[in-house]
Each structure stands twice: as structure tokens, then as C-alpha cells.
T-cell receptor
Framework: AQSVAQPEDQVNVAEGNPLTVKCTYS??????LFWYVQYPNRGLQFLLK??????LVKGSYGFEAEFNKSQTSFHLKKPSALVSDSALYFC????????????FGTGTRLKVLA | NAGVTQTPKFQVLKTGQSMTLQCAQD?????MSWYRQDPGMGLRLIHY???????DQGEVPNGYNVSRSTTEDFPLRLLSAAPSQTSVYFC??????????????FGSGTRLTVV
């Protein structure tokens, strides 16, 4: 079975500081991994994905994520946080074959303090 | 604008009533799905479809029905609404074979309250 864990309900960071939002996953076979962001009263927006290749992937708005197969993690990072990055962030996983089902984590609320 | 359109945006139902949440996409995506979002529980998959005429259950299918008669439309039916179905519902779509490269496109959601 597929599963995703986001261990932190909320992450607080000061503006200008680096941020990390954690995600670990469990899936049989090779994973496809995603990050999405949700602003208040909006649908989810795609940020970035890992399919194969370089373990460090870059996405929208200056975000990046590092795939670590041995630790089954896919943490979201940004070198310098902005107040406008404050939102709800979701990690998602899909198996690379056999199903098209995406499983989402419970979400992490990021609060960037001015 | 191309995208996923959900209607209605808000709905209040009485317990036992039925209704259909509409979802339409104009991107020729094969894959469509419905999620519900509840505080502390993230997004949970209700039903999904990999093409017209093909549907399957997700994690929380009870109390919901779907059908996929066209590529564009994927309505979600609540058969007999219950307060436990109070939630925000999202429809999402993607290409099937190219899905990993494009990710999901989400609708803006339907906020449903069952009283």
C-alpha cells in the first residue's frame, strides 16, 4: 500500500531564513513524488515533482526538493522564505507502475513571519 | 481558460438529501479523480477514472457514486447525504500516460455542509 507522512502540522520560519517541510513515503517499487501548495479558499497548485534522474528537483517560486531513496524522504526546501510562501503544503506519492492513484499527506501549514 | 471547473462552489444539504457535484475539464485528460479534504486528514481519494466508461474506488468510496460517460465530465453523486460528508471536495485531472510529467490540475473546490 502507498502512504505519505508529513510529520509536522505547522512550520514557522522567519522571513529570509531557509525553510524545510518534511515528507516521507512508503510505496512498493519506484515512486513518483510531488509537492502541491494550497492558498486559502483555493484548489491545490502543482509545485514540483520527482520522476527519475537527479535527486534534487527544482520547481515553482524558488522551491526545490531532495529525493532520498534510502531514507524514503522527499523534503521541500527553499533557501530564503517569503511571507507570501505562507500556505498549506501537501506531499503526494504515486507508484511508477500499475496504478494511477495519487496518495496525499495530511498537509503542513507553513507560516513565514515578517 | 483551460482547466478543471467544479460546480457548485458552496452547497448546504439536509441529511438524507441527494445531490451531484459537477466536474468538467477541457484539457482532454484521461485521468480524473475526486478527493475530499478534511482538517488534519489531508486529501483522501474517493473515486477515480482512467477513461470514459472506467471508474474505480479510492480510499473512502462509501456513500458516493461516480460515472464517466465522456472524457470531459466526471460527476460525483451523494446518494443520501450524512453530516459526516461535510467537507471540501476537489476534482483533479491529468494525462494518463504522461501523468507523472504534468501532475494534477485541481478544480477550485466545492464546500459542502450537511445539516
Amino acid at each position: 500500500a502507498q502512504s505519505v507522512a508529513q510529520p509536522e502540522d505547522q512550520v514557522n520560519v522567519a522571513e529570509g531564513n531557509p525553510l524545510t517541510v518534511k515528507c516521507t513515503y512508503s510505496v512498493s517499487g519506484n515512486p513518483y513524488l510531488f509537492w502541491y501548495v494550497q492558498y486559502p479558499n483555493r484548489g491545490l497548485q502543482f509545485l514540483l515533482k520527482y520522476i527519475t534522474g537527479d535527486n534534487l528537483v527544482k520547481g515553482s517560486y524558488g522551491f526545490e526538493a531532495e529525493f532520498n531513496k534510502s531514507q524514503t524522504s522527499f523534503h521541500l526546501k527553499k533557501p530564503s522564505a517569503l511571507v507570501s510562501d505562507s500556505a498549506l503544503y501537501f506531499c503526494a506519492v504515486r507508484r511508477s507502475s500499475g496504478t494511477y492513484k495519487y496518495i496525499f499527506g495530511t498537509g503542513t501549514r507553513l507560516k513565514v513571519l515578517a | 481558460n483551460a482547466g478543471v471547473t467544479q460546480t457548485p462552489k458552496f452547497q448546504v444539504l439536509k441529511t438524507g438529501q441527494s445531490m451531484t457535484l459537477q466536474c468538467a475539464q477541457d484539457m482532454n485528460h484521461e485521468y480524473m479523480s475526486w478527493y475530499r479534504q478534511d482538517p488534519g486528514m489531508g486529501l483522501r481519494l474517493i473515486h477515480y477514472s482512467v477513461g470514459a466508461g472506467i471508474t474505480d474506488q479510492g480510499e473512502v468510496p462509501n456513500g458516493y457514486n461516480v460515472s464517466r460517460s465522456t472524457t470531459e465530465d466526471f460527476p460525483l453523486r451523494l446518494l443520501s447525504a450524512a453530516p459526516s460528508q461535510t467537507s471540501v471536495y476537489f476534482c483533479a485531472s491529468s494525462y494518463k500516460d504522461r501523468a507523472p510529467n504534468y501532475g494534477y490540475t485541481f478544480g477550485s473546490g466545492t464546500r459542502l455542509t450537511v445539516v
